[in-house]
């Protein structure tokens, strides 16, 4: 079993979050733990590729740049054959 790079695990939680997600859910989903999902949420927000809203729960959703980053990583590496 390889390591994730940074890059493969911003990914996986941009994809988790497409249709909007709890931290919970991206905890499992993107096989992480809570306390380094926080970094990686916090660094997605600040660079506008995640959306958060806080109603009665907080949720995280990929905004349109974050869509545009998932599918230009889905192209390299298709290209790379990785």
Do not use: H, W
Request: net charge positive.
């Amino acid at each position: 079993m390889t390591r994730r790079d940074r890059m493969q695990i911003m990914v996986s939680i941009l994809n988790t979050c497409t249709r909007g997600a709890n931290k919970t859910r991206i905890v499992y989903q993107a096989n992480l733990n809570f306390r380094t999902v926080n970094p990686y949420l916090d660094l997605l927000e600040k660079k506008g590729l995640l959306q958060v809203t806080e109603d009665r729960t907080t949720l995280y959703k990929t905004t349109p740049r974050g869509l545009e980053l998932i599918n230009n990583f889905s192209s390299i590496n298709e290209m790379l054959n990785l």
